[in-house]
């Protein structure tokens, strides 16, 4: 399998659950993301990691709490979220850290989250 | 914050007409401005990207002109398609930012 993957597409949690986002990539890049696309807003950058360490973190509540055990993976888990939470949560991965000059982001399929 | 402003937040065009997406961006260091295509269902795409030291840059029926002086790219699609229906973004990648997106319909 190539590019980014994520699974599950599609998550329905109530408020008190607790859950996960799962993402691969299969591109040997050294940098991966995570996203929130709502509707009518630009997408949100939430979590950047570079070679599995966090580099940035953009002031997202610690509800969510992103976790990279290696460089093909990376987490998102989820627990009492709110229902302003549903959202296109979107995985990316690039060769290297973007800020460090011009690279190329390759997304995946995101995952459709329902907070009940 | 910095933005990416991102200009129409939807847009119809016939069949073989021009589609124009603009974006306008504040002072910045960084200097890579790509295009991403998404269209439902999936994740965003590049689709074309330029750097400043050219003010135009085409990919088939794709371009990107660039205006430093003016703070400004923008996107064209020439003879649009159908198929080109999807929602547009534009993007700093060096500061992590898009643009709102832009949904463009083409009729055909």
């Known amino acids: 399998e190539t590019g980014v993957t994520q699974t599950p597409r599609h998550l329905v949690m109530g408020m008190t659950n607790k859950k996960s986002l799962k993402c691969e990539q299969h591109?040997?890049?050294?940098?991966m993301y995570w996203y929130k696309q709502s509707a009518k807003k630009p997408l949100e950058l939430m979590f950047v990691?570079?070679?599995?360490?966090?580099?940035e973190n953009n002031s997202v509540p610690s509800r969510f709490s992103p976790e990279c055990p290696n460089s093909s993976h990376l987490f998102l888990h989820l627990h009492t979220l709110q229902p302003e939470d549903s959202a296109l949560y979107l995985c990316?991965?690039?060769?290297?850290?973007?800020?460090?000059?011009?690279?190329?982001?390759?997304f995946g399929p995101g995952t459709r989250l329902t907070v009940l | 914050q910095q933005q990416v402003k991102q200009s129409p937040q939807s847009l119809i065009v016939q069949k073989g007409g021009i589609s124009i997406i603009n974006c306008a961006y504040e002072?910045?260091?960084?200097?890579?401005f790509p295009w991403y295509q998404q269209f439902p269902g999936k994740g965003p795409a590049l689709l074309i990207a330029?750097?400043?030291?050219?003010s135009e840059k085409k990919e088939g029926r794709f371009t990107i002109s660039f205006n430093k002086s003016a703070k400004q790219f923008s996107l064209h699609i020439m003879d649009s398609q159908p198929g080109d229906s999807a929602t547009y973004f534009c993007?700093?990648?060096?500061?992590?930012?898009f643009g709102q997106g832009t949904t463009l319909q083409v009729k055909p």
């Open positions: 990316a991965s690039s060769r290297e850290s973007i800020s460090a000059g011009t690279d190329t982001q390759y």
């Open positions: 591109l040997g890049h050294n940098a």
């Open positions: 990691y570079s070679l599995e360490e966090r580099v």
């Open positions: 002072n910045t260091a960084f200097d890579y």
């Open positions: 330029i750097r400043p030291d050219v």
């Open positions: 993007a700093h990648t060096g500061k992590l930012i």
